[in-house]
């Protein structure tokens, strides 16, 4: 994960409410350009999402597997406040990494882009929370709360938050696995809405999985969340 941070690169308000076009729905190689959003949204939102389309998720989607789920997550923001919201944290944060480059970490947590990168980060979380109460009762599909955890451990392996990383891919990887659970109905697993997106998703996963497993091991990382 580290390296390809290296190399990359519910609504809540009137103003974030989305919704995904038939036409973009139907492709998922199309990159949403901020137009679309642009009257949803605040200026410095919109300077986000910008930021991270051309400048984060262009060059991370030449790096596999990020390609397949970081275009999943710009279908997904038109429609999904809580991904919306990591993306836009994501970019800033990635632009905030870029302008400290030179700089310590604690000269890059004093930036006015890592203060905004945290608040943003804060909001996104706060509308996973909500998106996870309706999907627990099988109201909500379990894509977007996948794609969110990926943007969210970007985040904090950019500001170095590799424990609270690690508890949001060990959430994720929970509910990946209660997919494949063949001893489980499918009225206990968690809702799909697309079989190719969510195989996608797994994939991305499970070779997360084998990345960050001696990670774990060396951390002695207990298997606990701060989302549930």
Not at 54 to 63: D, R
Not at 87 to 97: F, L, P, Q, S
């Amino acid at each position: 994960m580290h390296a390809l941070i290296a190399q990359a690169d519910c609504p809540a308000k009137p103003w974030t409410r989305l919704r995904l076009t038939k036409d973009t729905a139907a492709n998922a190689s199309i990159l949403p350009p901020a137009s679309k959003l642009a009257w949803t949204m605040r200026v410095t939102d919109l300077f986000a999402y910008e930021y991270f389309r051309k400048e984060t998720a262009e060059p991370l989607q030449l790096i596999q597997p990020a390609g397949a789920w970081v275009r999943l997550a710009l279908q997904m923001s038109l429609e999904s406040d809580a991904v919306l919201r990591a993306i836009m944290a994501v970019g800033v944060a990635h632009r905030a990494c870029i302008s400290a480059t030179n700089a310590s970490l604690s000269v890059l947590m004093l930036t006015e882009d890592a203060v905004l990168a945290r608040k943003l980060y804060g909001e996104a979380l706060t509308a996973l929370q909500r998106y996870i109460e309706k999907a627990k009762h099988r109201a909500a599909s379990i894509e977007p709360i996948l794609v969110v955890s990926l943007l969210l451990i970007t985040f904090e392996t950019i500001f170095q938050d590799r424990y609270v990383a690690f508890a949001h891919f060990r959430l994720a990887q929970k509910l990946v696995d209660q997919l494949h659970d063949t001893k489980s109905t499918e009225e206990s697993k968690p809702k799909v809405q697309s079989c190719a997106a969510a195989t996608q998703l797994s994939a991305t996963f499970d070779r997360l999985r084998g990345e960050l497993t001696p990670l774990l091991d060396s951390m002695q990382i207990t298997d606990t969340a701060p989302l549930r």
